[in-house]
């Protein structure tokens, strides 16, 4: 049997769009890992194009791009989270884990309202 359990799903408006959430942090997590976008894109299951327009957006929405990237083509492309890029994924993971210890109380009381 499953254990009962919460994620806060946080995400950064700008506007009308989402800088930054939980599928885009693991995008650039991917990136850190794999060093290009296809690789990245392929890790979490996602098409190029998604990823591709994932990332566009997030770039787009902060002052500084949060990846770097270089065209592909015989010698291959690569993707690299910048500096401020690192910065901004550390402070959503510290963001969403601080989130998780302020809920905690209430869904230690929650949880003696679900079902077996």
Not at 7 to 23: K, S, T
Not at 26 to 38: F, P, Q, S, V
Request: net charge neutral; with cysteine.
């Amino acid at each position: 049997m499953l254990a009962n359990t919460f994620r806060p799903r946080l995400r950064i408006l700008h506007g009308e769009a989402i800088a930054l959430g939980p599928g885009k942090a693991d995008l650039l997590e991917a990136i850190e890992r794999a060093g290009t976008l296809a690789e990245a894109a392929k890790l979490l299951d996602m098409s190029y194009m998604r990823a591709w327009k994932l990332l566009h957006t997030m770039n787009a929405c902060f002052r500084e791009p949060l990846v770097t990237t270089a065209r592909g083509g015989s010698v291959h492309g690569g993707a690299v989270l910048t500096e401020t890029g690192h910065a901004v994924l550390a402070l959503y993971r510290r963001m969403e884990e601080e989130s998780r210890r302020a809920v905690e109380p209430a869904w230690e009381e929650m949880q003696t309202h679900l079902a077996d």
